[in-house]
C-alpha cells in the first residue's frame, strides 16, 4: 500500500504494547500523515472498561504513543489529539483513511455511518489483524494487566502444552525446545503416533496438534517427512498456524525450529496487513 493522504485512527492505548506498534506503522504505509486519538480520562470515565481502576491514565498512555511515534517516524508526519467523543475528528474534512484493528471494525462502519448522515464520503478502511501472543491468543492491555503476557506478547504466567512426535527420537529435542520458550510450562506428551498411511506429513502433524491442544493451552505436532526434514503444527483451542516444513538436520536444527515456531521474530511475524476496503 501507498501511503497517500492523511490516516487517522483511536483507541485506549493502555500499558502500549506491540499490538499497538502494529496499528501505529500500519496507519503509515495508509497515509503520508497520520492523527492518533488518545481516549481521555475523561471520556474512560463515562464509558468505563472492565477493570477501570488498573488503566494508566491518560499523560503517561499519551506519552508512550508519542515516545514510539518519534522513534519510528518522521516527526512532522504525526500529532496525537486528545479523544473526547466517539468520533473524534475521523468524521471532520481533511480525512482520507480510517485504520483500525480486527477487533474494532465495527467503530469504523459507524463512522462512515455518521460520515454519510453529515453529507460526507465514506472513508476506506484498512483493518490491521490483531497481533497473537505466543501462547496464540490475542495481545490485549487486559492480558499485560492480568500478568499473563508482557507487553511483547511473551508468556508469563503457567502455560500447559501438549506434545504429539510420530518418532520417539524427536521427543528430547521438542521437550527441550518447549522448556526454552516457556519455562514456566508443563509438557504432556503422549506415546509416539503411529503414521496415518496415506495422509500427507502436514496433515498428519496438524491431526497431531489438534489432538495435543485438547484440554491444554497450546498443542504442538511433528512429524517427520517421507521427503527429509519435519513438518511442524501449533494449535491453540480456536486459532491454528499452517504448518511449518523444516529441512534435514540433526536434533538441534529440529529444536531451533521449534523455538521460531513458539516464539516467533516480533518484527518479522506479527505486523500481517489486509488489504482496505470500502464500507
Keep these: 500500500m501507498r501511503p497517500k493522504g492523511h490516516a487517522v485512527l483511536g483507541g485506549t492505548f493502555d500499558h502500549f504494547h506491540v499490538g499497538h506498534a502494529a ?12 492523527s492518533v486519538g488518545v481516549t481521555t480520562d475523561r ?9 477501570a481502576e488498573t488503566l494508566q491514565p491518560y499523560g503517561a498512555r499519551v506519552r508512550a504513543v508519542r515516545r514510539y511515534l518519534a522513534a519510528r517516524h518522521p516527526t512532522d ?7 473526547e467523543d466517539r468520533f473524534g475528528r475521523s468524521v471532520g474534512e481533511g480525512v482520507d483513511c480510517l485504520v ?17 448522515r453529515l453529507g460526507r464520503r ?35 504466567s503457567p502455560i500447559r502444552i501438549g506434545l504429539e512426535v510420530e518418532d520417539a527420537r524427536d521427543s528430547a529435542a ?5 522448556r526454552r520458550i516457556f519455562r514456566t510450562s508443563r509438557v504432556d506428551s503422549g506415546r509416539p503416533a503411529r503414521s496415518a498411511g496415506r495422509h500427507s506429513a ?20 511433528v512429524v517427520r517427512d517421507p521427503r527429509g526434514g519435519w513438518v511442524l503444527a501449533e494449535r491453540s483451542r480456536t486459532v491454528a498456524l499452517a504448518p511449518r516444513r523444516v529441512p534435514s538436520g540433526g536434533a538441534d536444527r529440529l529444536a531451533r525450529a521449534l523455538e521460531e515456531l513458539l516464539r516467533p521474530s516480533i518484527e518479522r511475524n506479527a505486523f500481517p496487513l489486509r488489504r482496505s476496503s470500502r464500507r
Excluded at 100 to 116: F, I, K, P, Y
Excluded at 126 to 132: A, F, I, S
Design 23 to 34: 496499528l501505529l506503522d500500519a496507519a503509515f504505509r495508509a497515509g503520508r500523515s497520520v
Design 100 to 116: 483500525v484493528s480486527a477487533e474494532t471494525v465495527a467503530g469504523a462502519r459507524a463512522v462512515n455511518a455518521e460520515r454519510r
Design 77 to 83: 508526519r504525526f500529532r496525537t489529539v486528545p479523544l
Design 122 to 156: 465514506p472513508l476506506p478502511i484498512l483493518v490491521v489483524p490483531l497481533v497473537l501472543a505466543d501462547d496464540l491468543e490475542p495481545v490485549s492491555a487486559r492480558r499485560i494487566r492480568a500478568g499473563t503476557i508482557d507487553r511483547n506478547g511473551r508468556r508469563r
Design 202 to 221: 502436514a496433515s498428519r502433524a496438524t491431526r497431531l496438534a489438534r489432538a495435543a491442544a485438547e484440554g491444554r493451552d497450546l498443542g504442538l505436532g
Design 43 to 51: 471520556y474512560l470515565a463515562l464509558h468505563p472498561k472492565p477493570e
Design 174 to 178: 521438542a521437550r527441550r525446545a518447549v
